[in-house]
Nanobody, 115 residues
Framework: QVQVVETGGGLVQAGGSLRLSCAAS????????IGWFRQAPGKERDLVAV????????YYADSVKGRFTISRVNAQNTVYLQMNSLKPEDTAVYLC????????WGQGTQVTVSS
């Protein structure tokens, strides 16, 4: 079973940037579409961005379009989420999984954006 570990979160001021990483172990997920999701306290988990297996196609939620960029390096079994122009409403735990989700969820990485 593939295990995913999300890293790169932190506390940042509005307008700042963070780069999240999603690393897989156990076996490769280089042939699968991978998504970044986020969950704020008291809210449902939302899909933020998706990248197909080759990196040639991406999808972004309207709320992050133009600010976030998803990418992957299959040789490293890693998917990234570059987050720019962060807003307080981006505050959440960010998680990665296949898209649609098929793996056990990891712990996620906390992103907190202060105003």
């Amino acid at each position: 079973q593939v295990q995913v570990v999300e890293t790169g979160g932190g506390l940042v001021q509005a307008g700042g940037s963070l780069r999240l990483s999603c690393a897989a172990s156990g076996r490769t997920f280089s042939t699968q579409a991978i998504g970044w999701f986020r969950q704020a306290p008291g809210k449902e988990r939302d899909l933020v961005a998706v990248i197909n297996w080759s990196g040639s196609n991406t999808y972004y939620a309207d709320s992050v379009k133009g600010r976030f960029t998803i990418s992957r390096v299959n040789a490293q079994n890693t998917v990234y989420l570059q987050m720019n122009s962060l807003k307080p409403e981006d505050t959440a735990v960010y998680l990665c999984n296949t898209s649609p989700p098929t793996l056990n969820w990891g712990q996620g990485t906390q992103v907190t954006v202060s105003s």
